[in-house]
């Protein structure tokens, strides 16, 4: 088991081996996901669907999908597969 201490402050250090495992580093932000069973998913934060607009080069497809379904789906795939 890891643990980390919570500082006055609310703050609390997570240690190396969970920052390697999330794939976090400095300035990068940590999403709290609060599950039904008590418990709490953290996970690297990813950027937004939206964000990603236009980086590849593609054929149009005929019925697109929007940004916001992208979203809700990579967070649905994210919870599915993380569930404790």
Do not use: C, W, Y
């Not at 990068?28 to 669907?49: C, H, M, Q, S, Y």
């Amino acid at each position: 088991m890891i643990t980390s201490k919570i500082t006055a402050k609310g703050q609390l250090t997570l240690p190396k081996v969970i920052r390697e495992f999330l794939n976090v580093d400095i300035a990068d932000r940590i999403e709290f996901t609060l599950l039904e069973n008590g418990k709490v998913l953290i996970t690297g934060e990813k950027r937004p669907a939206r964000k990603l607009f236009g980086i590849l080069k593609h054929k149009k497809r005929p019925n697109p999908v929007s940004p916001e379904e992208m979203d809700l789906a990579i967070k649905k795939r994210r919870l599915d597969r993380n569930t404790i």
